[in-house]
């Protein structure tokens, strides 16, 4: 696969491979595409929250942490298994 990168991009690239923090140019562009994945993933997860809201399926955020705080003294007192 040949990719022609934009200046700016291409030498921040080969200054990462320089500063040792890639071993090469196409291990930093990989880095970048799984990111721009895991940005895509997430920007999906959020979309999939805010229609679950819209939706009215949701906990209110008390509710959640008053469990959590009960389940946390249970553990501490040991009586819910560690």
């Not at 994945?37 to 959020?46: G, H, I, P, T, Y």
Request: charged share 35%.
């Amino acid at each position: 696969m040949h990719i022609e990168l934009p200046s700016d991009v291409s030498d921040v690239v080969k200054e990462l491979v320089l500063r040792g923090r890639f071993e090469s140019e196409m291990a930093a562009i990989a880095e970048g595409v799984r990111l721009l994945k895991s940005r895509e993933q997430l920007v999906a997860e959020v979309a999939k929250g805010l229609k679950q809201l819209d939706d009215g399926e949701w906990i209110d955020g008390d509710v959640v942490f008053g469990e959590l705080d009960r389940d946390i003294e249970a553990i501490e007192e040991g009586r819910l298994g560690a």
